[in-house]
């Protein structure tokens, strides 16, 4: 079987993969296993180096991931040349602090000497999207080396020419051979890889629905798993926001990665005094996003990363009009080649329809009106996901209030749209997964913690 890479700004074929066979697959595995039992007696200043080494290995090659990106997944070029400048800084955010995260606790007990130690536990498999196919992998792939493990990625199978680029980019920056591999495998294939006894954990970003079989087969065979998974964000906007500037940052959410995040802001909880005013500028801004060509710098909106999934968002945007739903931009599917689907708000939502309940991946905005901030909460929690969440309003204090204790998710914003940062911890609760990726907590998923007493 083959593994197929299709642009969807045209649908011709880049390139076919043959996929691993299992017995190829064991073998690569075995392969990482056997270079995790000398890769982790390194010291931080090795590790730290070699991951310096990557970080300039990706400067270096921006242009074309760049442009690799926007060929497998139809990511706009600039857009492209920012997610591998990010994935630059996570590699030297972790080769100048794994080494301060991971040091020795000492805890005072009535033992002469205890303390907590933090120790690798060898190869974690990684399940990647395609939607950031460099950033999703960097974010886990950084700490993940710099704490003394190695790494097995099963990509998407549609960026599986991202998936090499990033094996080969290890690779140039000095990594022993098999520190980090990539196998070629469809994601119906995944339950015997995570058996495998030498890989010891697992980590996917992705669907909800992956994400529960993933856990599943994890926990039949007792192994972690970290799961980043789907979100429906919730934006309040209050009737004491800055609407031009909120407005501003709504859009630029919805819109970003061509509307395919999960962390993109999805449904705009506005209330009623400001709903007229919001709803025009919040357009206005809809619709001066150009959709063309992703490789032309001027694109702000590329195509969907493939037909079915434009289809998929085409028909859940359907059944919300049918059941009462009212489109004021957009909602209809251009003529001609691409997975293209425009800009796209919905208002008039109801619990029931798509646009309220679901996620909606791609660019269209869910615009609910409430009566109040009371409601505005209510609404904003009342979903399955927890990911992230936003509140505008020019009173910072109370902002704060909504954020820290009323707003149910793993990342709470005031005054600007969700974005995952290397210093701050990044996850979701509820249906959005659990554990966390990034910062110290990021380091510590897959560490033994464990605890030296000396007598």
Not at 100 to 114: E, H, P, R, V, Y
Not at 216 to 228: F, I, N, T, W
Not at 381 to 402: C, H, M, Q, W
């Amino acid at each position: 079987m083959t593994l197929k890479s299709i642009n969807p700004f045209n649908g011709k074929t880049i390139k076919t993969y043959k996929e691993h066979s299992p017995k190829e697959i064991d073998k690569k595995i075995a392969q990482t296993h056997q270079t995790w039992l000398s890769w982790k007696e390194t010291t931080f200043k090795e590790r730290s180096t070699l991951m310096m080494n990557l970080e300039k290995v990706l400067k270096s090659k921006k242009e074309k991931l760049a442009k690799l990106m926007t060929e497998e997944m139809g990511k706009p070029y600039l857009a492209g040349i920012g997610e591998v400048e990010k994935c630059a800084l996570v590699c030297e955010y972790y080769a100048k602090n794994a080494k301060d995260f991971l040091k020795d606790q000492i805890i005072k007990t009535d033992a002469s000497k205890s303390f907590v130690a933090f120790e690798p536990i060898g190869v974690v498999l990684a399940i990647m999207p395609w939607n950031f196919p460099f950033w999703q992998v960097f974010r886990f792939l950084a700490p993940n080396l710099m704490a003394g493990n190695c790494d097995i990625l099963k990509h998407a199978s549609n960026v599986s020419g991202c998936a090499l680029a990033i094996e080969e980019m290890v690779l140039d920056a000095g990594f022993p051979k098999y520190t980090f591999q990539t196998l070629f495998v469809s994601g119906k294939k995944v339950n015997p890889i995570i058996e495998n006894p030498f890989i010891k954990a697992v980590t996917l970003t992705g669907s909800t629905a992956a994400g529960k079989k993933v856990a599943e087969k994890a926990g039949s065979v007792l192994k972690k798993c970290v799961l980043e998974l789907g979100g429906s964000d919730p934006y309040i906007i209050l009737k004491d926001a800055d609407l031009e500037y909120a407005a501003g940052a709504c859009v630029n959410s919805r819109m970003i990665n061509n509307g395919q995040s999960c962390i993109a802001a999805k449904r705009f909880i506005v209330v009623k005094s400001v709903e007229k005013e919001f709803i025009k500028l919040f357009k206005q801004k809809m619709e001066s996003k150009l959709m063309g060509n992703p490789i032309d710098k001027k694109t702000d909106l590329g195509p969907q990363a493939r037909t079915d999934l434009r289809d998929e968002l085409h028909q859940q945007v359907k059944k919300s009009i049918a059941k009462g739903a009212k489109c004021i931009l957009g909602g209809e599917i251009p003529k001609g080649k691409g997975a293209f689907y425009p800009a796209t708000i919905l208002t008039n939502l109801k619990k029931g329809m798509p646009a309220y309940d679901d996620e909606l991946f791609g660019p269209v905005a869910s615009i609910i009106t409430v009566k109040d901030e009371k409601e505005a909460i209510k609404v904003a929690n009342d979903s399955v996901f927890g990911l992230g969440s936003a509140v505008f309003t020019n009173d910072l204090k109370r902002g704060e209030k909504i954020a820290k204790h009323q707003l149910q998710a793993g990342s709470a914003f005031v005054n600007d749209f969700v974005k995952s940062d290397p210093r701050l911890p990044f996850g979701g609760i509820n249906q959005s997964g659990f554990g966390r990726e990034l910062s110290s907590f990021g380091i510590h998923e897959f560490i033994n913690i464990k605890t030296i007493y000396i007598k």
